[in-house]
């Protein structure tokens, strides 16, 4: 199984939605929207990246979330995703610290 249907399942569980719940509040047809919430999480078919898009907004979760390998990582990205501007700053700094980076320069793009 893939680790986006893994995380979607999860996400969608602690949200207390039902399959076709979140797949209506997604944008999918109410006529298709638990089937294809299903296969999502069975991993026979997976969306593209507008549909995760639009997943993650109504589970109120970055995209990031749902690709994450370990469950730890992925309740990190969680936890950040909901904290305000001046919290993150702060856990970002603290983090930082506590690996012994210092910083770290994600203005741009990778080169």
Same mark, same amino acid.
């Given at each position: 199984?893939?680790?986006?249907?893994?995380?979607?399942?999860?996400?969608?569980?602690?949200? =207390? *939605?039902?399959? $076709?719940? *979140?797949?209506? *509040?997604? =944008?999918? #047809?109410?006529?298709?929207?638990?089937?294809?919430?299903?296969? &999502?999480?069975?991993?026979?078919? @997976?969306?593209?990246?507008?549909?995760?898009?639009?997943?993650?907004? +109504?589970?109120?979760?970055?995209?990031?979330?749902? &690709?994450? @390998?370990? #469950?730890?990582?992925?309740?990190?990205?969680?936890? &950040? &995703?909901?904290? #305000?501007?001046?919290?993150?700053? +702060?856990?970002? $700094?603290?983090? *930082?610290?506590?690996? =012994?980076?210092?910083?770290?320069?994600?203005?741009?793009?990778?080169?």
């Amino acid at each position: 199984m893939s680790i986006f249907a893994v995380r979607l399942k999860q996400a969608r569980k602690a949200a =207390g *939605l039902s399959q $076709e719940k *979140l797949g209506v *509040l997604a =944008g999918v #047809d109410e006529m298709s929207a638990s089937a294809r919430m299903n296969q &999502y999480e069975r991993g026979k078919h @997976e969306p593209d990246i507008a549909m995760v898009t639009r997943i993650a907004k +109504v589970l109120r979760l970055p995209v990031s979330f749902f &690709y994450a @390998e370990t #469950d730890g990582e992925a309740k990190l990205i969680a936890a &950040y &995703y909901r904290l #305000d501007a001046s919290q993150k700053a +702060v856990l970002l $700094e603290q983090a *930082l610290a506590f690996a =012994g980076i210092g910083s770290v320069d994600v203005s741009g793009p990778p080169s």
